[in-house]
C-alpha cells in the first residue's frame, strides 16, 4: 500500500480533500459465542477466480471466491496504480487469509468457515456499491453466515 506521503502532491491533495464520514452512534451488535460463529472474509483488494471478469475502473461489483478454490485461481486485478501486491504474491492469506480462517475451524476458535469469501474493489464510490453489498449480504445469510471479516486494503 503506497503511503500518503509517497504519492504525488496532485494525488495526496485530492485525498487530503475527500470528506469521511461520522457517524453520532456505534451500532451494537450481539450474537453468538466466536466459537460457534460460522464466518466469511471480505476483502477490497480486487481479487476474483480466473474465470471471472477483471475488476475495471469504478466497478461497483463483487466477486465470489470459493473457500476451497485452488489459491492458484485467485488472481488480483485491483485498478489502483499505488496498491503494492507484493503480499499477495507471495502468499493469498497476505489479502484473503483463508488458510488462517480454516485454522481457526480447525482450533475450535470459530465455528465454521463460510463456503464462499467475497472481494469488492476499493477504489470505488461506496455509494455505488449498495445493491452489491445488499446481495452479498443476501448469499452471506443464505450460508447461515453470521460473522465477517472485513480486510480493508
Known amino acids: 500500500m503506497a503511503r500518503l506521503e509517497d504519492v504525488p502532491d496532485k494525488t495526496r491533495m485530492a485525498l487530503e480533500r475527500l470528506e469521511c464520514p461520522r457517524f453520532e452512534t456505534a451500532p451494537f451488535v450481539s450474537g453468538p459465542p466466536l466459537a460457534d460463529r460460522r464466518v466469511a472474509l471480505i476483502s477490497t483488494a480486487g481479487l476474483g477466480?480466473?474465470?471471472?471478469?477483471?475488476?475495471?475502473?469504478?466497478?461497483?461489483?463483487y466477486r465470489a471466491i470459493p473457500h476451497d478454490r485452488p489459491a492458484a485461481d485467485v488472481l488480483m486485478s485491483h485498478v489502483s496504480l499505488g496498491y503494492d501486491r507484493t503480499g499477495f504474491q507471495r502468499d493469498l492469506n497476505a489479502t484473503l487469509p483463508r488458510d488462517r480462517l480454516a485454522e481457526l475451524a480447525a482450533d475450535g476458535a470459530i465455528g465454521s468457515v463460510a463456503a464462499t469469501h467475497y472481494s469488492f474493489m476499493g477504489a470505488t464510490d461506496p455509494l455505488a456499491m449498495v445493491d452489491s453489498v445488499a446481495e452479498v449480504a443476501r448469499a452471506l445469510q443464505a450460508d447461515q453466515v453470521d460473522s465477517v471479516v472485513l480486510l480493508p486494503v
Open 49 to 61: 477466480t480466473s474465470d471471472q471478469p477483471l475488476w475495471r475502473a469504478s466497478d461497483p461489483g
